[in-house]
C-alpha cells in the first residue's frame, strides 16, 4: 500500500462518486448472470435481457477503469502493476463481488460502530469473500456442466455442493467437474479455499497468541509485588 | 466481550440458578433425539416420549431465552445482537451442547486445579465441541439419509465415519450425504471442520513461537555475561 | 511439565536404566506385528514366533510402567494422570513407536552435534512420528481389510497408499476402509493428520515471524542513525 | 545457514560462473522431458533428441555437484550433510526447478526494485515452487499412468486436475494413480500441498499479528496523553 503513488485529488473524488453505481452495478451483474445461467428455461427476451444487463455492468466497469487509469497520471503497464486486483477484477467481472466485500466495510465504519475486532474482520470477510466466490463459481461451473456428457453436475444444488466441499478443501468427490472450463474454475475455487483456510487458521493463531499475552500479563498483575511465583 | 452492557444483578441470580437445570435439559435434548432417530425399530410409545421431551427441552430453552431477554433491559433485536450466540442455540438447540463445553471449563475452575495451559485449554474445547457437534450432526445426516432413495450414508456407522472424515477434512467421499437438508448440515460440519483445523494449528503455532522464545531466553541466561554469542 | 511432582532418584535410575531396552523392545514389537500381519503365507510356527515376541515386548511394558508407577511414589491414579501418554502407549502399545521419537531427540543431543533450531526438531519429529504411525496404522487397517467383503484396500501397497493420502488430509477415497475396526484406526490417523498439518503450519508460521523480526531488525541496523525512513 | 562451514572464494567464482548455465539447463531439462513424455505421437528421432538433452543436462547437473564438493574442501559425506537439498537435487533433476525459485529472487533483488514484503514473497515462492513441482509431478504421474490397465488418469489434462486438488489438499478422487510409481510421485506431491498449505497459513497469520500490532500502536499514537483507555 506504502508503496503506491500518492492519489490525486480528482482520482479521490472520482473514487467517491462512482462508489455506489459500482457497487450497484457488480450486483446487477452478479444477478442477471445467476438468473441467465440459472433460467435456461426461462423466455428468450428475458435471458436476452440478462445478457444486455451484463454487458452493460461490464461496461461501466471498463469505463471506470479507463478514467481511472487516465486520472491517475501513470502509464497503462504501471498502472496494472500497482493496482493488480483492480486490474484482474475488469477482466474477469464474476470476481467484482469482491468490491462489496472492501464497501461492507466501509459502512461498518461510517455507522460509527465500536469497531470489530481484527480477528472478527478477517473472519467476517474471509466469510463474505468465500460466500460470494462460492457463489459466482458454483453458478459458472454449473453453466458448463450440466450440459456435458458424462457430468455428475447436474442440478445448480449438486454445483453448491461441490462449491462448499472444495472450498472447505474436503473435497468428496461424490460430484466433479469433467469438462475442462470447469476444471479451470475449480482450480480458482481451491486457490481460494486454500486462502480461507489460512485466514481461519491464521486469525485463531494470532488471537490464541495474543489470548496468551493478555492471560500472562493478566496473572503477573494480579500477584502481590513480592510474592514468590509458585506453579503456574 | 467488553462491549456488552454491565449484566444486572437479577440477570446474574438467574444465570447461576439456571445453570445446572439448562446443563441437564441440554443433555436431555441431545439424549431423546439421539434414542428417538437411533431407536426406529422401538414402540411407538417410546418414541413419542423422547419427542416430547425434545420439546420439553426446547420450551425451557426458549423461556430462558426470553427470561434473559427482558432481564437484559435490552430490546430483543439489541439483545440478539449482543448474545448472537445464544440466539442461535435457541433456534438450533442441537448446538445447544456447546453449553456444556463452558460448563466443563468452570467446573474445571471450581475444583482449583492448576489451571490448565492455554493451549491445553484451546485443544479440550476442540476435541469436545468436535465431539458433540459431530456426534449431533452425524445423528441428524442419519435421520435424513438413512430412507433416501440412492443414500450411500445407511447405518448409524456410516455417519459417524463420515462424520469424522469430514471434521479432519478428509472427505473420502465413499459415503456422502444426498438429500438437501443432509447437505446443509453437511455444510455446517464443514465450517465445524475448518474452525477446527485452525484451532489445532494455531495452538501449536503459538505454541511453538513461546517455547521457541523461552528456548532462546534459557540459552542466553545460561550464557555468562560478557561471553561473546558464537554460532547459535 | 511443570506440574509434575519432583523425579525420585531411583526413577531417574530406572529410567536410564531402562531406555535401550524399551527402546529394542519397541522395534522388537513392531517388527513382529509386521511380520505376523504381512507374512499370511509364512508357516504357521514363524508367525507364533512373531506372536509370542509380540506379547513379551507388551510384558516388559507392562512390568515397565508397574515398576515406575512404584517409584513415583505416586498412586495409580495420579500416575496415569501426570503420565497420561505414557499410560495410552502401555494400552496401545503399537503407538509405542512414539517413544523412537524422543530416543532420536537424545541421541542427538548426545553426539554434541550443533543443535538443530526448533524449527527443523518439530519437521523432524513430526515427520518421524508421522512415518511410524502412519506404518503402525497402515498394517493394522491392512490386517482388518484385506479379508473383508466388499473391501478396497487388498494389499499392504493399497494401505501405505490409503494411509497417506489420510495423514496429508487429502482422502481421495478411492480405497478406503469399510470395515469397523478399520474405520476407527482410520479416526485415530485422521488426528494425526490433523496434529502432523498443524506442527508443519505452525512452524512455518513461528519461523516466518521470527525471520520478518529478524529482517527488521537488521534493516534498523543497518541504517545510518538519524536517517528518515524512507518508502520500505 | 550459518552452521555451513565458511564459502570458499573458487567456491564463489564457480557458483556465479555456472548459475546462468545451470539455469538454462534447467529449463532445458523440463522442457526435454516434457517434450518426450507429452509427445508420444512425435517422430522417435525427436523423442530421442529430447532424451539425450535430458541426460545432457544430467551430466551437467553431476559434474556441478561433483565440482563444488571439490572446491568446498569438504568430503562427500560432510557435503551432502550441508547442501542435502543441492543432494536430492541431483539424484531427482525434475525436482531442479525449484533452483529457478532461488535465481528469481536474485533477480528481483538485482533490478533494484523496492523489495517485495516477506509475505508477498513467501507467497510468490510458494506459488511459483507449487506450479513447478505441479506441473513436473503432473507429467511423471502421466507418464507412469496413461498406459496403465484400469487407470483413470488417461490424459494430460486429467493429470493436471489431479495435480491441482493434490496440491490444494483437497483430493476429490474421481482421477487417482493406481500405479506404485505414480503413487509414489503422489505422495511426494502430498508432501508439497502440506507444505504449501503451511506457507499460505503461516504467512497469513505472521501478517495478521503484525497487522494487529501496528493497529494497536496507531490507536495508542492517536489516542491523547493521560486519556483513560475506554472500552476498545
Known amino acids: 500500500m506504502r508503496d503506491r503513488p500518492p492519489v490525486q485529488p480528482a482520482q479521490e473524488r472520482w473514487d467517491s ?3 455506489t453505481p459500482l457497487t450497484v452495478m457488480a450486483l446487477v451483474y452478479l444477478a442477471a448472470y445467476a438468473v441467465r445461467i440459472l433460467g435456461h428455461d426461462l423466455a428468450g427476451s428475458l435471458r436476452d435481457l440478462c445478457l444486455a444487463l451484463t454487458y452493460a455492468a461490464w461496461a461501466v466497469f471498463i469505463v471506470d477503469y ?3 487509469v487516465r486520472l491517475s497520471g501513470l502509464g497503462l503497464l504501471r498502472f496494472v502493476r ?3 486486483l483492480d486490474t484482474v477484477v475488469v477482466i474477469l467481472p464474476l470476481l467484482r463481488p469482491l468490491r462489496i466485500v472492501s464497501v461492507y466495510d466501509r459502512v461498518q465504519r461510517r455507522r460509527d460502530q465500536p469497531r ?5 474482520r478477517v473472519m467476517a470477510y474471509a466469510g463474505l469473500t468465500a460466500s460470494l466466490l462460492g457463489f459466482a463459481g458454483a453458478l459458472t461451473v ?3 456442466e450440466y450440459t456435458a456428457p458424462g457430468a455428475t453436475i447436474r442440478t445448480f444444488g449438486d454445483s453448491v455442493w461441490w462449491a462448499c466441499a472444495t472450498l472447505a478443501t474436503v473435497g468428496y468427490g461424490d460430484v466433479t467437474p469433467v469438462t475442462p472450463m470447469g476444471r479451470l474454475t475449480a482450480v480458482g475455487m481451491m486457490g481460494v479455499g486454500l486462502a480461507l483456510l489460512g485466514a481461519v487458521t491464521g486469525s485463531f493463531s494470532s488471537w490464541l497468541i495474543q489470548a496468551f499475552t ?3 500479563e493478566k496473572e503477573d498483575g494480579k500477584r502481590p509485588p513480592g ?3 509458585g506453579a503456574s
Chains 1, 2, 3, 4 share one sequence.
Request: charged share 25%.
Open 66 to 68: 479507463a478514467v481511472r
Open 214 to 216: 493478555r492471560d500472562d
Open 227 to 229: 510474592d514468590s511465583p
Open 142 to 144: 454449473y453453466h458448463f
Open 17 to 19: 462518486w462512482m462508489e
Open 82 to 84: 500497482h493496482h493488480f
Open 116 to 120: 470489530l475486532t481484527l480477528y472478527a
